[in-house]
């Protein structure tokens, strides 16, 4: 039997923005036995799911739920709407855009990149990655689209590699100022459950997300919230797709059913955890990652260390980017403090690898941990040689005593 002691005492501390720590809760309901996929007790489960599904999302239309990653949901959403040259816009704001627009290069699409304009004294080979989604770039280049060729715009809601949130809202805004019938599509992996956010009213026509940040469970699965809207592309569009195609799916789920072998004991788990959400109430569940995000976010700074976002109003509640000084390895430090520690933090990706640390507050988490999170950063880079301005943790610890932690619905008086 292969066993795994790779963490011999206590319980590892996984902060990175995901997969986030999940619930024993949730883990306790797959580890129910699996049923039958084609029976009548889980057409039940099926549908349960899908409706809170469509709470959590903030839409009455359809969510399809794919057994795959977030990168499938990204393919998902432009096969089912695309055809072979279509001209799409992307928007990047750090690795997972970047990887979005790839994924759209290699089904053979026409895509074009815009990003931020300007320097940057902290990361110069990577100034975009500091800040949200220019919707005003996204009006100007749609106004200068006279052909109306450009079929879809993609942007990210939630930046996992940054820390940097984007104003959705904006964007919708401006494709319709422009006047342009293209497509909105969002990936909100890591903010859906975490972070604000509303399908319907923002006028998002794809959302593509994950089951492994803020919904609290392992990964395995993915989701394309369609509008009708996109629902009506989906009738023209010629890429090839069979596995992510949305008609069978939707046909099915009426019932509670899917045209393939879903993931079962998954399902038990987003069950669960939808009802945790659901009880907690989603105002609750959004102040509460604001006012853990805060608080990491004060211990940072009393460090004396650059935030990722150099912008305040898109701060992630998410997680926090942390930039180190000029000379020293991130990753370096990261390693220290896994070994030291038993901490897991996320490391820089593409452009930023090296230059920052990740740490992630979502998921199965509360005060203490992060607390603990934040004294195992502060030993390892003191440890590592790093000369901080002052303690984080002390920071930290006078933000969560002055601001009360937000009472679930179920607790409120």
């Known amino acids: 039997m292969l066993t795994l002691d790779f963490h011999p005492t206590g319980r590892h501390f996984l902060q990175i923005p995901g997969p986030s720590p999940v619930p024993d809760r949730v883990l306790r ?7 039958d996929h084609r029976g009548p007790e889980f057409g039940a489960l099926g549908r349960k799911v899908l409706a809170g599904l469509r709470e959590v999302f903030r839409t009455q239309h359809p969510v399809i739920v794919y057994p795959a990653s977030g990168t499938g949901a990204w393919e998902a959403a432009l096969v089912n709407t695309m055809s072979p040259g279509d001209h799409v816009l992307m928007f990047e704001t750090g690795h997972f855009a970047s990887l979005w627009a ?3 290069q290699r089904l053979g699409l026409k895509t074009e990149v815009m990003a931020w304009q300007g320097a940057d004294e902290q990361l110069p080979a990577a100034p975009g990655w500091r800040r949200g989604v220019d919707a005003a770039l996204i009006e100007r280049r749609l106004r200068e689209d006279a052909a109306r060729g450009i079929k879809a715009v993609c942007v990210v809601h939630n930046e996992t590699s940054t820390g940097v949130t984007s104003d959705i809202a904006a964007v919708r805004r401006a494709i319709d100022a422009a006047g342009h019938p293209a497509l909105l599509m969002v990936d909100t992996i890591s903010g859906l459950a975490s972070a604000d956010y509303r399908h ?3 006028g998002v026509d794809v ?8 919904l609290m469970l392992p990964p395995g699965i993915s989701f394309n919230a369609i509008s009708p809207k996109a629902l009506e592309a989906a009738k023209a569009a010629t890429l090839p797709r069979s596995y992510f195609a949305w008609d069978e799916i939707v046909a099915m789920n009426k019932d509670g059913y899917w045209p393939y072998t ?3 004991n998954l399902l038990y788990g987003l069950s669960e955890a939808l009802e945790m959400l659901a009880a907690e109430g989603l105002p609750q569940v959004f102040a509460r990652h604001q006012r853990w995000a805060a608080g990491v976010r004060a211990a940072v700074r009393a460090w004396g260390l650059p935030i990722q976002c150099a912008d305040p109003a898109v701060y992630s509640p998410v997680l926090t980017g942390v930039i180190t000084p000029p000379g020293v390895d991130a990753d370096a430090l990261r390693r220290l403090i896994h070994e030291r520690f038993d901490l897991s933090l996320g490391t820089g990706l593409g452009k930023v690898k090296g230059r920052m640390f990740r740490i992630g507050h979502l998921g199965d988490s509360n005060d203490l941990t992060l607390l603990a999170t934040l004294a195992g950063c502060e030993m390892g880079m003191k440890l590592f ?29």
Do not use: C, R, Y
Request: aromatic fraction near 4%; glycine fraction near 10%.
């Open 29 to 35: 309901a797959m580890s129910l036995p699996t049923i």
């Open 262 to 264: 879903p993931n079962t």
């Open 200 to 202: 319907d009213e923002w």
């Open 102 to 104: 790839k994924l759209a």
């Open 385 to 413: 040689g790093i000369a901080l301005a002052g303690s984080g943790v002390a920071a930290a610890m006078d933000h969560f005593a002055s601001h009360a932690a937000p009472k679930p619905l179920q607790q409120a008086a």
């Open 207 to 214: 959302t593509v997300s994950g089951s492994q940040k803020g």
